[in-house]
RNA sequence: CGGGACGUAGCGCAGCUUGGUAGCGCGCCUCGUUCGGGACGAGGAGGUCGCCGGUUCAAAUCCGGCCGUCCCGACCA
């Protein structure tokens, strides 16, 4: 390519409303434009970056024996139906009614329709099956941000195994697990396989591929010692008992005027610490009114609620509902003497004694509450959010929790959606068994912006060589006929060699072409310049490091190519 | 969904308080001088001031409504 003939509009000023780096830089340096909220157009740049990021997934998907497919965007409402998702999925999928006023969803995952075909098989001789498509999804999110980290129009890597057993699925997942490390070391991408919580997909097991970023929307606990890592929406830790006394044979109740939080109690005089507390929210689970219990200093982790309940549906009550339900407002509330309601109590507060907690009248509170023998606990669960610095579940070695970016997600979804979409097959004994299944997701805009995010610096960005868009950048400091005859040809031996070059022949300053090679993140520029030439010299500099090289003009190309192969992995 | 900010040329911004000819920097075009880290001079092109309505002799500016974009929060009692 000829950069006098290419649509690279680098801009000079930052873009004003981009706060991510890669965001920032994916403008800057002439990658994305803006179409509308969380819809972006890819510019060359970045379209050919992804071309590379597919080839590399579509690589290593082949390896466990994918096989790739083309599945439409638009779906018809009833599919999704079927598996009870139209409703689960609800303000985040675009809907649409075509001219025969039939419903047409645009798919924000392909769990049925992959399965609507699967329905063709029919025996498990077929098994087991890998299929997989790069793919356009859509998703209306609440709110999109962060340039390409999170879209409403994207292109998914999703593929879906297809096993008779458990067995096979585990296999299937573990195929994937390794082709996804393999994926994300050649994108350079330092990603932490970590548990997760399944979400909106169902299913029994999930682990997500993390790239620590400032940028990144999810929290991570890590422990460095032993490698525990975990999505905080499910995360564990260790939690140091709180001695309790025995305290009295029944709560008693005394006043705490203006008391409203757990903060106030305790520095309320007759109050109590934090561990000393049963936190009371008020949660409707599918539409019922139920009580969450926690340790007045732990945080809730409304996921683990989710998954936990198995709610559908979730939110925190109303302060008319709180009221109706227990007669008090927040501030006040405690689960003893309450009858007939749901109650989940995090299991810190598993044989805790004369704690202290809201008494269901204003400005009221209740101490001497031993939990297992004053309320009513319903169900006990894992609800709380684990905090940077407690000890590792595993080692008890302090962890830490960071932002990360998620990359990749896999899932065992077992039978969730063969059952209902009828995609069964004969075994052995010729009895029909329903079909397991997992998927597995990568999103390629979201892991390109990961790049940036993890390869830049005050310049701008430094790709790895298998994603850059160009390998190689050829910079030519004069026009004049001898420099440019010598670029020209180290450029067609270069291109010989098949490396991704292109050569700045622009009639700008070096400076400019220098700033808007680093910019741009080309992992090599070759500078050519009279100056060199009279030694018979060029330069070679590497973006990463920014060291420079100078090599003889013969064999310079030949020099370049050994080295980028290398490099490509 | 709640809160905040913003919308004027391709990009970054001023002008609005106090209504009267739409401006600056960068970028773009032409010519000349330059040319190893975002050059200089001269001359140019480019704008329904987000949209609709109202007030007024007159609206980028005042008033009302709408749309769009970004950021924060997602209720921790």
Redesign the pocket.
Same mark, same amino acid.
């Given at each position: 390519m000829r950069w006098s003939q290419a649509f690279i *509009? !680098?801009? &000079? $000023?930052?873009?004003? $409303?981009?706060?991510?780096v890669s965001?920032r830089l994916l403008i800057r340096a002439a990658f994305i434009r803006?179409l509308?909220?969380?819809v972006y157009t890819l510019l060359p740049l970045a379209f050919r970056s992804r071309r590379k990021v597919r080839k590399v997934i579509e690589e290593e998907l082949d390896a466990i024996g994918g096989q790739e497919f083309l599945f439409p965007s638009l779906h018809p409402a009833e599919i999704w139906r079927k598996t009870g998702r139209l409703d689960v999925m609800g303000d985040e999928m675009f809907r649409l009614i075509d001219r025969k006023s039939g419903e047409v969803v645009l798919g924000m995952t392909h769990e049925e329709i992959f399965t609507t075909i699967a329905t063709e098989l029919t025996s498990y001789k077929q098994l087991p099956q890998i299929w997989y498509q790069i793919h356009t999804k859509f998703r209306d999110e %609440?709110? *999109? @941000? /962060?340039g390409l980290l999170r879209v409403r129009e994207f292109t998914m890597k999703d593929s879906y195994s297809f096993d008779i057993d458990q067995e096979g699925l585990d296999t299937a997942f573990d195929a994937h697990y390794e082709a996804y490390k393999r994926i994300f070391a050649r994108l350079d991408l330092d990603a932490i396989p970590v548990e997760a919580s399944s979400g909106a997909m169902g299913g029994s097991g999930s682990v997500e591929f993390m790239v620590r970023a400032e940028a990144g929307e999810d929290l991570v606990a890590h422990c460095a010692n032993c490698g525990y890592a975990a999505n905080v929406e499910t995360a564990l830790s260790r939690v140091a008992a709180v001695a309790d006394e025995a305290g009295p044979e029944s709560p008693e109740r005394f006043p705490t005027p203006g008391v409203?939080? +757990?903060?106030d109690l305790v520095s309320f005089e007759g109050g109590a610490a934090a561990d000393r507390q049963i @936190?009371?929210? +008020?949660?409707v689970l599918d539409g019922e009114a139920a009580l969450v219990l926690l340790r007045?200093d732990h *945080?809730?982790q409304?996921q683990k609620l989710q998954d936990q309940t198995g709610a559908m549906d979730f939110? *925190?009550?109303h %302060?008319e509902e +709180?009221r109706e339900l227990l007669g008090a407002d927040?501030? /006040?509330?405690g689960a003893v003497g309450v009858d007939g309601v749901r109650i989940v109590a995090d299991r810190a507060l598993e044989g805790r004694m004369n704690m202290t907690t809201?008494a269901n009248l204003d400005d009221h509170h209740l101490r001497g509450v031993s939990v297992e023998r004053d309320v009513e606990v319903t169900e006990w669960a894992d609800l709380r959010?684990v905090a940077a610095g407690e000890p590792c579940i595993e080692c008890a070695e302090p962890i830490d929790v960071f932002r990360a970016i998620e990359c990749g997600h896999i899932f065992k979804l077992g039978t969730k959606y063969s059952e209902p979409l009828g995609a069964m097959v004969l075994d052995g004994d010729g009895k029909s068994r329903p079909i397991y299944m997992g998927s597995y997701g990568i999103g390629l805009e979201r892991n390109l912006a990961a790049i940036v995010e993890t390869h830049h610096d005050d310049?701008g960005i430094a790709w790895p060589v298998t994603v850059a868009p160009y390998e190689a950048v050829i910079t030519v400091? #004069?026009?004049d006929a001898e420099t440019m005859e010598a670029a020209e040809a180290v450029y067609s031996e270069l291109l010989g060699t098949g490396v991704d070059v292109i050569i700045d022949d622009r009639?700008e #300053? %070096?400076?400019?072409k220098?700033? $808007?090679a680093?910019?741009i993140g080309i992992p090599y520029r070759i500078? +050519?310049? %009279? &100056?060199?030439l009279a030694d018979g010299i060029v330069?070679v500099?590497v973006r990463k490091t920014g060291e !420079?090289e100078k090599v003889a003009m013969d064999g310079a190309a030949a020099g370049i190519a050994d080295r980028i192969r290398a490099e490509r992995s």
């Open positions: *509009p !680098t801009l &000079r $000023d930052d873009p004003a $409303d981009a706060e991510a965001h803006q509308m909220a969380g %609440p709110r *999109p @941000k /962060s409203r939080t +757990i903060e @936190k009371t929210l +008020i949660y007045g *945080p809730l409304e939110r *925190p009550a %302060p +709180i927040a501030g /006040s509330l809201g959010e310049n400091l #004069r026009r009639d #300053r %070096p400076g400019v220098f700033n $808007d680093e910019l500078t +050519i310049g %009279p &100056r060199g330069e500099t !420079t």
